[in-house]
């Protein structure tokens, strides 16, 4: 049923939205242009593309731009997951992914473009890229929620709390609307509820990520390695010293460690210790933290002991053995086995 005050209310909230993205893309404009930047252009611009697409305008008034605006739509979940990937995932960098694998999502790639800007989306290939998307953002919502205590940088996790919200909306969106009867979507009160969610969402993503006088959000939330400031040389904190003695008895080999458990262990507060392990010491997540002081340990004990693999992962306090091979071939460039068969095999 057409309601012609609500569907130009719906268009002036989509207006405003699309003026909340250009806004947040200007301001990430200035160099350095960080792969998360980038990401984050191409999902404010299929965001936009997605706010033209749903506007309550008959399809036959877009004509050949209708192809485009659609693979604008259903390109928001994989926008989503890169810029996610990007900006919460220190280690992620697919420019060390497999030639092979590279060479395959170019592939798939330009089949996704043919066939929602030529082909107008029709097919089966629509409904399984629903499918995908869903299976992308579900993935976006447990990697942000797994992440949350990791984390030390304070902008980053509020962050991380709004970008679940939106993650889970689109999620409920995805799940309930684009698989769901026809007549949910074209019914002009969820128009109007949408484009109005959307507003709120691009708003508040807006105040998190645009740069603020004497801070960049951008240089902070990024993935990119930064040092600890220089600050004139001063005697370290209680908490600090605290921290010094707990590392040198080897503490850090307790399992299941977290920056709650180690607060308490040390009698602080533990947005006080993220503070101090992030703004003092330069780490942006306390699993590198741990690895800092655990790695090496490691490494003594694979040149001297014959102690199996697992054991050793156990000991220093990994739950399980995964984890540890990752983080040692990620620091060491090699598995531990290899590691311990290069001094094995010396004369």
Partial sequence: MLNPSAELLDICLRAAAIGQILLLSLGFLHRPWYPAKRALAWLALCAAGYLLLTAPIADAHYGPLRGWLLLLTDSVAYALWLATMLYFRDDFSPARWPKLLKGALLLYGLWFIYYFAVLQGIGWFHDLNHLLSIG??????????????????????????????????????????ELGPEFIRHHWLFGLSNAALILIGVSALSVALLPRPGRSNADELSNTARAPAQEPARQPNPLQLKLDAFLAQGGYTQPNLTVASLARELGGQEYQLRQL?????????????????????????????????????????????GPFNRAFKARFACTPSDYRRQFQNRP
């Avoid at 970008?163 to 889970?168: D, E, K, N, P, Q």
């Avoid at 942006?284 to 199996?308: G, I, M, V, W, Y």
């Avoid at 697992?310 to 990994?318: E, I, W």
């Fill in 277 to 321: 392990i992030n703004r003092e010491l330069g780490y942006r997540n306390f699993s590198d933290f741990l690895n800092h002081h655990r790695l090496p340990a490691a490494a003594e004990c694979l040149k001297s002991q014959d102690t199996p693999i697992t054991n050793l992962a156990l000991d220093l306090g990994y739950g399980s053995i």
């Fill in 136 to 177: 992308l953002v579900a993935h976006v919502i447990v990697h942000l929620l797994k992440g949350m205590s990791d984390d030390l940088i304070d902008a980053r996790r509020s962050l991380r709390v709004q970008a679940t919200l939106i993650a889970s909306a689109f999620f409920l969106y995805l799940g309930c609307v």
